[in-house]
């Protein structure tokens, strides 16, 4: 499966985004889903996960009430809602994918559980 991400860009402290993640190759409904982050000098750390039909979905701490991660099968898309926006949560932004199998639901939490990678989107909150 190949991810494309986009939706970053510079906002203000206490805005919001709305990153996009479009899959192609598989079938999307087959696979968990999930959103990571990376800030300068930092390691990649998970942002939140959601099962295949997005009946079950986890975040991170830093961000629980504030980001909402969400998918449409129909359209081979998961997103991340990004609200009340911080400094910190300045970082490129990685879509990833892990095949589980036909209506399986799990959430994965971190990296190495994840298979398959984007590029990354850069999202940068100014103070």
């Known amino acids: 499966v190949q991810l494309v991400e986009s939706g970053g860009g510079l906002v203000q402290a206490e805005g919001s985004l709305r990153l996009s993640c479009a899959a192609s190759g598989r079938t999307f409904s087959n696979y968990a889903m999930g959103w990571f982050r990376q800030a300068p000098g930092k390691g990649r750390e998970f942002v939140a996960a959601?099962?295949?039909?997005?009946?079950?979905?986890y975040y991170a701490e830093s961000v629980k009430g504030r980001f909402t991660i969400s998918r449409d099968n129909a359209k081979n898309t998961v997103y991340l809602q990004m609200d009340s926006l911080k400094h910190e949560d300045t970082a490129v932004y990685y879509c990833?994918?892990?095949?589980?199998?036909?209506?399986?639901?799990?959430?994965?939490?971190?990296?190495?559980?994840?298979?398959?990678w984007g590029q990354g989107t850069q999202v940068t909150v100014s103070s």
């Open positions: 959601i099962s295949w039909n997005g009946g079950s979905t």
């Open positions: 990833a994918a892990q095949l589980v199998g036909t209506f399986i639901t799990v959430v994965l939490t971190t990296t190495p559980n994840y298979s398959y």
